[in-house]
């Protein structure tokens, strides 16, 4: 069974600044079942990025994703007031299916 | 438009049954399987169980095997979810989720989402 571990679970930064969460896999995965979704409060969650580093239709480009095997990470080039939610990553793989337990972005 | 909606939500005392649905529209239902992600209150996204497109393969997330049941409906483009025995770990919002691994599309991940139905467990 795969676990995601996110590392930290709150990241506190200020407008502008770069932020860089952190997803890592149990084993080695595909990139191709690997994606990243934002959550705000009281939505459901919206992709992000999927395969990893390819971002989702409407999805600007401060967001990128990078990563194989067992790492992965999301970054946020420059912090706009709307990006400060919750971020999950997730693998969807043959069979099984898992989050991570989350990164709560936070204003400083 | 693209759309799933979810309902069936609602209070039920411990150990009672209840049942979701989910309406899907704009989009040919039965070309995707479909899953269904839970989030308790301030908790993170859990997955429950996912049904492929002929509902010949189902699985279930350890917490809720052999109480909860995913089945589908193709002519009526709806997703179900009956719940029995339900506990008051089971509290929380339930989304109806669509999955891409459709053909030979490469990527697979939950791409379609509905806003979610709330069910409350407790006495």
């Known amino acids: 069974e795969i676990v995601l571990t996110q590392s930290p679970g709150t990241l506190s930064l200020s407008l502008g600044e770069r932020a860089a969460l952190s997803c890592r896999a149990s084993r080695s995965i595909s990139i191709n079942y690997f994606a990243w979704y934002q959550q705000k409060p009281g939505q459901a969650p919206r992709l992000l990025i999927y395969g990893a580093s390819n971002r989702a239709t409407g999805i600007p480009d401060r967001f990128s994703g990078s990563g194989s095997g067992t790492d992965f990470t999301l970054t946020i080039s420059r912090l706009e007031p709307e990006d400060f939610a919750v971020y999950y990553c997730?693998?969807?793989?043959?069979?099984?299916?898992?989050f991570g337990q989350g990164t709560k972005l936070e204003i400083k | 438009e693209v759309q799933l909606v979810e309902s069936g939500g609602g209070l039920v005392q411990p150990g009672r049954s209840l049942r979701l649905s989910c309406a899907a529209s704009g989009f040919t239902f039965d070309d995707y399987a479909m899953h269904w992600v839970r989030q308790a209150p301030g908790k993170g996204l859990e997955w429950v169980s996912t049904?492929?497109?002929?509902?010949?393969?189902?699985h279930y997330a350890d917490s809720v095997w052999g109480r909860f049941t995913i089945s589908r409906d193709n002519a009526k483009n709806s997703l179900y979810l009956q719940m029995n025995s339900l506990k008051p770990e089971d509290t929380a919002f339930y989304y109806c989720t669509r999955d891409t691994a459709y053909g030979d599309y490469p990527y697979w991940y939950f791409d379609l989402w509905g806003r979610g139905t709330l069910v409350t467990v407790s006495s």
């Open positions: 049904i492929n497109w002929n509902s010949d393969t189902i």
């Open positions: 997730l693998y969807c793989g043959p069979s099984q299916y898992t």
